[in-house]
């Protein structure tokens, strides 16, 4: 055991050569030097502290969801908040939730308890800080339609950013703009509704994402932002994209949005495949296709 190795142990819980097929959900990636999970806030701020003196680089990951991971080892630490950081409180119709909680969890625990506001969210595989990070959503609603505001570690000290101040627009946020911010929890405006009302339009929706979406193959979701007045997936099908094949990468037939992984998929097999998509449709259609994913250690 090195020293660094040795110090971040006393202060978290530490994993080392963990690979990042398994901390995403397109199951691509190389090996992670560390990934660390820090205990709670005062865990948190030592381990920056030493990564800092250290001179080793860190990206913090939620649940992976929408991310692509190089194929390439990373010397560096992914720190992750979905082990300690995930718990929640209420106060009335106000949902505080740490940046680690599950959103599926807080949209299912909102509805037990007659909130409305997070449905939308009950099919988003990521945790509440990702969900802000990337002001994720569904069905026209987004998450910053709810948030109030956001505890936030930046410059070594922790202080709470309205919602006004996250420039939220679609699928974006502040945080994008500075990775250095650490989002370590939320809090959420919910209304309150008929929680039978709240798990029948659940259940409706998971039966259509079921019905749409591949949901048996690992994959990041939607891959492209919807272009202004019009869908990404048809675009796709209009270049004859669907089921296209690319290594181990595929555009899913059932649903042209999302790349699937069949099972040996390199992240140069699905970079291609989006490079390959977004270049046809600027061709076909003069439409510049932005991708939702966040790609991760390319340099």
Avoid at 101 to 115: F, H, P, Q
Wanted: with cysteine; hydrophobic share 35%; aromatic share 8%.
């Amino acid at each position: 055991m090195d020293k660094l190795e040795e110090t971040l142990k006393e202060l978290a819980e530490v994993e080392c050569g963990r690979s990042l097929r398994e901390l995403t959900t397109l199951r691509i990636g190389g090996h992670a030097r560390f990934v660390v999970y820090p205990h709670n806030i005062v865990s948190l701020d030592g381990v920056m502290r030493v990564l800092e003196r250290s001179g080793v680089h860190y990206k913090m990951i939620g649940k992976g969801s929408d991310l692509l991971c190089s194929d390439r080892d990373y010397d560096g630490a992914i720190i992750k908040l979905d082990r300690f950081f995930d718990d929640t409180y209420y106060d009335g119709n106000v949902m505080t939730a740490q940046a680690g909680c599950s959103i599926i969890a807080c949209s299912v625990e909102a509805m037990k308890r007659g909130l409305s506001g997070l449905e939308f969210a009950s099919g988003i595989p990521g945790t509440v800080g990702g969900t802000i990070f990337m002001n994720a959503g569904a069905y026209r609603s987004s998450i910053s339609d709810i948030l109030q505001e956001v505890l936030v570690m930046r410059d070594g000290r922790f202080e709470w950013l309205s919602a006004d101040e996250c420039s939220f627009s679609y699928r974006t946020s502040i945080f994008q703009k500075h990775p250095d911010w650490i989002i370590l929890a939320a809090r959420f405006a919910l209304t309150p509704r008929d929680k039978d009302e709240i798990a029948a339009l659940m259940d409706n929706r998971r039966t259509r994402r079921v019905q749409s979406q591949p949901l048996n193959k690992p994959s990041c979701g939607s891959v492209f932002r919807n272009p202004e007045n019009g869908n990404a997936w048809a675009l796709i099908d209009g270049i004859g994209y669907r089921g296209h094949v690319c290594g181990g990468a595929q555009v899913s037939p059932k649903h042209c949005n999302f790349i699937v992984n069949n099972g040996n998929a390199s992240a140069c097999d699905y970079l291609q495949l989006v490079t390959e998509i977004q270049q046809k449709v600027k061709e076909k259609y003069g439409i510049d296709l932005q991708t939702e994913v966040e790609k991760f250690n390319w340099e």
